[in-house]
Nanobody, 114 residues
Framework: VQFVESGGGLVQPGGSLRLSCAAS????????MSWYRQTPGKERELVAT???????NYADSVKGRFTISRDNAKNMVYLQMNSLKPEDKAVYYC?????????WGQGTQVTVYT
């Protein structure tokens, strides 16, 4: 099982980024998928979840600004991040919503600077 995140970078407040995650080693379409983020010294937090059927759920801190989506044909999950704020700075990870395999990718760094 493998998760490979990409798309992070440097952006000014109010800017946008689109994160991508390539998943492999399992039947992707059968699993809910999530994006998480972590900053130094803090617990990893759940940002967004997309269910098998495509319904998205979001943390209050990103609701209305972030959109999660998936492409089952490509085994990909995406996170469109708009109106970015300095507090969105973190390493972002994707994974199945339930930790079936104790597997995390390397993450992708998002930095929002002034």
């Amino acid at each position: 099982v493998q998760f490979v995140e990409s798309g992070g970078g440097l952006v000014q407040p109010g800017g946008s980024l689109r994160l991508s995650c390539a998943a492999s080693g399992f039947t992707f379409s059968n699993y809910d998928m999530s994006w998480y983020r972590q900053t130094p010294g803090k617990e990893r937090e759940l940002v967004a979840t997309i269910r098998i059927g495509g319904t998205g759920n979001y943390a209050d801190s990103v609701k209305g600004r972030f959109t999660i989506s998936r492409d089952n044909a490509k085994n990909m999950v995406y996170l469109q991040m708009n109106s970015l704020k300095p507090e969105d700075k973190a390493v972002y990870y994707c994974r199945t919503t339930i930790d079936w395999w104790n597997s995390w990718g390397q993450g992708t760094q998002v930095t929002v600077y002034t």
